[in-house]
DNA sequence: CCCGGCAGACTAACCAGTCGGTATGTGGTC
DNA sequence: GACCACATACCGACTGGTTAGTCTGCCGGG
């Protein structure tokens, strides 16, 4: 298993304070400022940068990224070693830690990553000019079908967020509340003008959706008997029916 | 943290193989025999069984199950460490693997546990005598109560079952699979006789309702508005008002 | 006197994160 | 247009700490 360990590096005399500039914390804000700055990668690409792109063309961030979500979907989180991460990426650690904080930094983009795309859809679906049964419609069968499109970030999502520091806890459960009032509020607009039933809280309606929606992972499987518009046209039916007064 | 650590026993000629039983894979086992020979402990005791039983008079076995179901549902299945269990339960590690083969015999039995408890209670509303309306409205509404009467088991259904082994995972699974057959009939049975709604196949039906019930554990909390009775209502209502024709 | 029930030190493996180092690029300056 | 200063991007050996599971041995009852 341990193979020969050759001793090359011993001697070191000039050491001491050199460049140094961030030496401890605003390494995980490395990520977020890169992202920032070149966000929708790929296509305004001026030909000349090659740097850090392999084969694919991919930046290294998005490559570690998309290893690390198909792995803690597959393995869990605590069963995936940043090892494994950086492997399937084809870089070393010290990409990885050059620029995400820390192993759970990794998990946390992948939660801001799926929280901002639905949060997105949500509005546009919620503030659309339609009568509210069919925007209601329209934003349930949505979230399945993007929740089908990215099932790994799904199955990540609950089985893993309980693994976030409690300070990032708290910050995903924020984003995730406020994606919660947002389709709520489409309820409870719907029982005020007297097109769907007040016999149940809205809460607990938009939680007997969701709890669906967070399960499509469990059960669905692309190649199966339905197609994804589907399953979203019969979820979104089943909270439609159980809404009429 | 590391205390003093007291070198005591050097010497030991005396080794060599002793007693030594069941060596390698029976160990697994012998909870389940275990449990088999006093299942329903604490009811029938005679005075003299006192033994393995501390203060509060619960056998080991079942202290440890108990300790490792409410740490697994805290902080989850990894990073719950057998340290931690034995601790919990007022043990050592001798005792566990005395009785567990592995930390992962441990989660399973909780899967069984609950899974044999929730089949049994299906078993008994679905095959009363009474409409088909009634039977499916009490059996949705029962899951809903027995699921909030042991929250913890089902932060850990649906977390921490990919982490069993893939042959354990199976048997889990195929256990689960009978339970939603049996829930499904229910439906089925309501869509030929013309009570229930065919627009939704059947098997959708059951994955959305239980999709919701898994999830119970990530938002309900006892001491909230609602009582577990009223939640399992609205529930059930939502179910059923799903299925209008 | 033997065996089930249990204690607790020990081991072998693993893993997140660190750190010194190299390679490549970029801007300024004379 | 060669040279320097400095920064970004990345490499990979190493460290300190943790962990599941093992093994020897003690103890009390039948």
């Known amino acids: 298993m341990t193979g020969p360990v050759p001793v090359e590096i011993l001697a070191d005399p000039p050491r001491a304070a050199s460049g140094k500039i961030l030496g401890r914390e605003p390494r995980s804000l490395r990520w977020t400022a890169y992202a920032r700055k070149s966000m929708d990668s790929t296509r305004g690409q ?21 290893a690390a ?12 070693s940043v090892q494994e991460i950086v492997e399937a990426a084809g870089v070393t650690k010290g990409a990885l830690y050059h ?4 192993k759970e930094d ?19 679906y919620a503030n659309a000019d339609a009568p509210i049964e069919r925007r209601l419609r329209d934003a349930a069968a949505d979230v399945v079908v993007t929740t089908i499109d990215n099932l790994d970030d ?13 300070e990032k806890n708290k910050q995903v459960r924020l984003e995730r509340r406020r994606y919660h009032e947002r389709f709520r509020a489409l309820i409870e ?10 016999a149940t809280p809205a809460d ?30 019969h979820l979104a039916d089943l909270l439609l029916r159980a809404l009429r007064p």
């Open 46 to 66: 001026v030909a000349t940068v090659a740097k850090g792109m392999e084969g694919d063309g991919t930046p290294v961030p998005q490559r570690l990224l998309a």
């Open 154 to 166: 799904a199955a990540i999502f609950f089985r893993s967020m309980h693994h976030l520091s409690p």
């Open 106 to 124: 990794l998990l946390q983009e992948v939660y801001a990553r799926v929280l901002r795309l639905q949060q997105e859809r949500l509005d546009a």
């Open 99 to 102: 620029y995400f904080g820390s």
């Open 204 to 233: 607990l309606v938009v939680d007997y959706h969701f709890g669906s929606v967070h399960h499509l992972s469990t059960w669905y499987r692309p190649g199966g008997p339905l197609s994804r518009q589907e399953v979203a046209d």
């Open 69 to 80: 979500t198909r792995l803690f979907a597959e393995q869990g989180y605590d069963r995936t």
């Open 189 to 198: 607009e719907g029982q005020r003008t007297g097109v769907f039933s007040t």
